[in-house]
């Protein structure tokens, strides 16, 4: 390389190296001081120790928090695959009008522009005791007066952040399952096998890469969610994030949310980099 | 020989598009028919439906005496090679073969053997633990045969099998796929919209237009009989004018021709001639049906030249064969006087077309 195109290349890579060093390299390298420092009343001081991780493993408060977390992202990735992937398919294999097939794709996609806030809030009004669930059961009599069953747990919060997070689903196995071309269903019968079987074994196959992107988007999203339990979750739903934001808030112990942010971070990763390798192991199959 | 399909008076509508208008054929075992015709004329669809993926609007269709009209593709008894091939890209090549025969009751190690067995027809042994993705054009083509000949379908169905593949491999194929058909004995139907191939391979051309079989002959009644001035010009090319017929004699332009005779007492219509069928001959030699006229272009291709003759409307093609070893410097010059012979038995009358 030249001296030019040096300079030029740099001037061009400049910016989005200056972004990535200022709001991700910086932040995190701040995290990963703060989380050896030592809280000490009234406030915390530096220091390099590996107490803080100690105390996320020792105290069991932590591990629940934790698994608590794993367990609502994984069961929000597994209710939005079992509604997005049928949705996506009767989208892709049964609309034959275009128009409606667009319209259909835009249905899921659209609450998207809405804001997230405002759609988790929509749960509220549903689930609550004035909300529209228990108008409705009281109408028709199965309720005698209004339930406070339906907030405030686990089942609104999954409920409420398949709802938030379903497109992210959508769209990718929408996607995978578009790219499948017809030939290839119809060989398959032309072959001998029947509807169900094509499915199995040609189908399926060709759009797991799809599942496996929704699947890793909408875990991640959730699993690092703090508004949802924030609105529904109720006094037992708190999840990692609201620990995090709370050790930063009223618990006033920066290095310990620092250490949380950072195991919570490098999960992520690990779940992100699985999921690229399975992905990778699919792909090359459709070009 | 038996028969093996009969199609009987089969109609495709989506709403107001007709891809297929009335069609009625009957294929003999071990024939190898082509359907042929321009873009949109209904062969894939017509073809479609004998595989079992387009649902005729009227009609029937019989397999072996068994009437599959309705039959979903996994239940009758024929295959396809697809245009783009439709390999599996997820499974190897030799999962791909194998793919239609574990349904079958095949033994496990059965449907490897002759999965092996189907590739060594298509010459591909050694590609059984390959990826699709790996091969090359030629080579996935052969392994989509292979897929479809090893369930031994009564029909083999193929829909523009070579057009994705270039010029040379192409004919290369266009041989390979004849001798696989004599040497696998089976039927097969196959559409192409390339003249050259249908009459090369076939033993059985359907030239099709709008939807319906405008003729159905063998590859040498097409080109010397055709049924009409349509397939004429879609089968080879043809030389067409429009004549009265007075006393035996047609009139092309200011010169006249002499009808051979068995049409000296037809009424008048369009006649037509090959190019390939026009002698040059020297401008002394006397004699019946010459005409001279101008050299106007001349299209020099090695082993023959095409010559226009005449100008505008009045313009006739001519394709010459060049013979021994004067080549090209036998050829008259451009702007030369060339006369030409139209010998009678040549020319072809054509009854005007409905709609024309
Ligand atoms: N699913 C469909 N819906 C509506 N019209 C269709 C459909 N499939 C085919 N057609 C129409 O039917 C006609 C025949 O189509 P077909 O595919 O059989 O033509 P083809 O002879 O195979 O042409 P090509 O050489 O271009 O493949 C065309 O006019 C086409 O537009
Ligand atoms: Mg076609």
């Known amino acids: 390389m030249t001296l030019g195109t040096r300079i030029r290349t740099g001037l061009v890579l400049s910016p989005p190296l200056l972004w990535t060093i200022v709001f991700m390299f910086v932040p995190y390298t701040i995290l990963l001081v703060y989380s050896f420092w030592r809280a000490q009343f009234p406030l915390f001081v530096p220091d390099f120790q590996l107490g803080n991780y100690r105390t996320l493993i020792t105290d069991p408060q932590y591990l629940n928090v934790l698994l608590r977390t794993l367990k609502i992202a994984g069961l929000v990735s597994i209710s939005a695959v079992i509604l997005a992937y049928p949705y996506a398919y009767f989208l892709v294999f049964k609309v034959r009008r275009p128009g409606v097939r667009l319209a259909l794709y835009m249905a899921v996609v659209a609450p998207l522009w809405v804001s997230y806030l405002l759609r988790a809030y929509t749960w509220k009004t549903i689930l609550g005791t004035q909300g529209i669930l228990n108008s409705f059961l009281i109408s028709t009599g199965v309720l005698d007066e209004p339930s406070s069953v339906f907030l405030y747990n686990h089942t609104a919060m999954v409920l409420t952040l398949t709802y938030v997070f379903i497109p992210f689903m959508v769209m990718p196995i929408y996607a995978a399952l578009e790219k499948i071309p017809p030939s290839l269903i119809e060989a398959s019968r032309d072959l001998g096998e029947g509807a169900f079987a094509t499915f199995r074994k040609v189908t399926l196959p060709l759009s797991l890469t799809g599942v496996i992107a929704g699947f890793t988007m909408t875990f991640c999203l959730s699993f690092g969610d703090f508004i949802a339990p924030f609105l529904v979750g109720g006094p037992d739903g708190a999840m990692v994030a609201n620990v995090i934001a709370s050790q930063f808030g009223a618990a006033l112990n920066w290095p310990l949310g620092s250490a949380l942010a950072l195991v919570m971070l490098v999960l992520v990763l690990g779940i992100i980099s699985v999921s690229d390798r399975f992905e990778r192991l699919g792909h090359g199959r459709l070009e | ?356």
């Open chain 2, 1 to 356: 020989m038996s028969e093996i399909v009969r199609i009987e008076s089969v109609t495709k509508q989506w709403g107001h598009v007709v891809g297929v208008d009335d069609v009625s054929l009957a294929v003999k075992t071990g024939e190898f028919v082509t359907l042929l015709g321009p873009s949109g004329c209904g062969k894939s669809t017509l073809l479609r439906m004998i595989g079992g993926f387009e649902d005729p609007t009227k009609g029937s269709i019989w397999l072996d005496g068994q009437n599959v009209t309705h039959l979903p593709p996994n239940r009758r008894d024929v295959n396809v090679v697809f245009q783009d091939y439709a390999l599996f890209p997820h499974m190897s090549v030799g999962k791909n073969v194998g793919y239609g025969l574990k349904f079958t009751d095949e033994p496990r190690n059965q449907v490897a053997t002759k999965a092996r067995e189907a590739l060594d027809l298509v010459g591909l042994s050694d590609k059984y633990d390959a990826m699709p993705s790996q091969l090359s054009g030629g080579q996935r083509q052969r392994v989509a045969l292979a897929r479809a000949l090893v369930r031994r379908p009564k029909v083999l169905l193929l829909d523009e099998p070579l057009s994705a593949l270039d010029a040379n491999l192409r004919e290369a194929m266009q041989v390979e796929l004849r001798h696989l058909h004599q040497k696998v004995g089976l039927t097969f139907i196959m559409v192409t919209h390339d003249q050259d191939e249908a009459l090369a391979m076939a033993d059985r051309v359907l030239v099709m237009r709008n939807g319906r079989v405008v003729q159905d002959g063998t590859p040498d009644d097409l080109y010397d009989r055709p049924a009409s001035a349509y397939v004429a010009d879609f089968v080879g090319s043809t030389n067409m004018f429009r004549s009265a017929v007075v006393d035996g004699h047609v009139q092309l332009h200011d010169h006249v021709l002499e009808l051979p005779e068995r049409l000296k007492t037809c009424r008048e219509g369009q006649f037509g001639f090959r190019p390939e069928k026009v002698r040059i001959v020297g401008s002394g030699e006397g004699g019946a049906n010459r005409i001279t006229g101008q050299l106007n272009e001349l299209l020099y291709h090695g082993s023959t030249a095409r010559l226009v003759i005449g100008e505008g409307p009045n313009a006739i093609i001519v394709s010459h064969m060049l013979q021994d070893h004067s080549g090209r410097s036998a050829l008259p010059q451009l702007g030369e006087d060339v006369t030409v012979e139209i010998a009678a038995d040549t020319l072809m009358r054509f009854e005007p077309e409905a709609g024309e």
